[in-house]
T-cell receptor, first 114, second 114 residues
């Protein structure tokens, strides 16, 4: 049963701490997206990778956020230092081969920064 | 700027009734449009995809329509069930190439009451 796996599912941290969220895309998928979802903003694209190379991270606050794909089976989103306004659900999604733009979403990481 | 607007923001209907959700977009060039269903606490799951040449497509009790001239899409739910309670998100893909950028609508929160 192929699925996108995100860890952790929930994270509560204090302001100023570093937070790392991990994503395992579906095997064989070559596009990976990071989204943030809040009640106010809905789903916002933070970063977009294709074949592990970052294509667009214009939606991500560069001073504190960083996204990487150290290998084809792992994508990471790091926040350092975290702030209360970063509290949201962070979704990772992966897409299959070129020719299909569907994004398969993980269950999300619910981040609370206090 | 590419935008996807959905209406209504929220909707409450009685079980067994029909409803229609709207999606207007300004994304150009247009590649395709997907409707996603997002259950509480879970990632979005694709319901249907509409390409430029398709006017209507059904998936069980869900029927999506697309008017590429007016840049409008609708999702009609027939004989609603309690399990239809979720957020419905319209997502438009931009561009001519695969793996294109996605623009998300804010979603419609549907609640089906017994």
């Amino acid at each position: 049963d192929a699925r996108v796996t995100q860890t952790p599912r929930h994270k509560v941290t204090e302001m100023g701490q570093e937070v790392t969220m991990r994503c395992q895309p579906i095997l064989g998928h070559n596009t990976v997206f990071w989204y943030r979802q809040t009640m106010m903003q809905g789903l916002e694209l933070l970063a977009y990778f294709r074949n592990r190379a970052p294509l667009d991270d214009s939606g991500m606050p560069k001073d504190r956020f960083s996204a990487e794909m150290p290998d084809a089976t792992l994508a990471t989103l790091k926040i350092q230092p975290s702030e209360p306004r970063d509290s949201a659900v962070y979704f990772c999604a992966s897409g299959p081969r070129q020719g299909d733009t569907e994004a398969f979403f993980g269950q999300g990481t619910r981040l609370t920064v206090v | 700027k590419n935008q996807v607007e959905q209406s209504p923001q929220s909707l409450i209907i009685l079980e067994g009734k029909n409803c229609t959700l709207q999606c207007n977009y300004t994304v150009s060039p247009f590649s395709n449009l997907r409707w996603y269903k997002q259950d509480t606490g879970r990632g979005p799951v694709s319901l249907t995809i509409m390409t430029f040449s398709e006017n209507t497509k059904s998936n069980g009790r869900y029927t999506a329509t697309l008017d590429a001239d007016t840049k409008q899409s609708s999702l009609h739910i027939t004989a609603s069930q309690l399990s239809d309670s979720a957020s419905y998100i319209c997502v438009v893909s931009e561009g001519y190439n695969a793996g294109n950028m996605l623009t998300f609508g804010g979603g419609t929160r549907l609640m089906v009451k017994p």
